[in-house]
Nanobody, 115 residues
């Protein structure tokens, strides 16, 4: 089992920045990739960014150039630096980890961007 705990959400004005953190514990040796997803009211959950154990990253087109995913293996933590935030970035952001054919989710953290 892997446990994920997110932090760093909040309310920010358009154009501002936030950094989300996701701390992993438990069977972290099994994790092959981690990512951030988001879900806005009435919408499906969508992938925002992902990072593999080797450090390769990928991003949704809507956040490229504005968001950066990174990981600190010593702290078992993944970060999502979000810059130039837009009102349409408002959503609950979830951390996800996958490994050994399983997917794990955090509880989510609310990000609200005011115009």
């Amino acid at each position: 089992q892997v446990q994920l705990v997110e932090s760093g959400g909040g309310l920010v004005q358009a154009g501002g920045s936030l950094r989300l953190s996701c701390s992993a514990s438990g069977a972290i040796f099994s994790i092959s990739a981690m990512g951030w997803f988001r879900q806005a009211p009435g919408n499906e959950r969508e992938v925002v960014a992902a990072i593999t154990s080797g450090g390769s990253t990928s991003y949704a087109d809507s956040v490229k150039g504005r968001f950066t995913i990174s990981r600190d293996n010593a702290k078992n933590t993944v970060y999502l630096q979000m810059n130039s935030l837009k009102p349409e970035d408002t959503a609950i952001y979830y951390c996800e980890a996958e490994g050994a054919g399983l997917h794990y989710w955090g509880q989510g953290t609310q990000v609200t961007v005011s115009s």
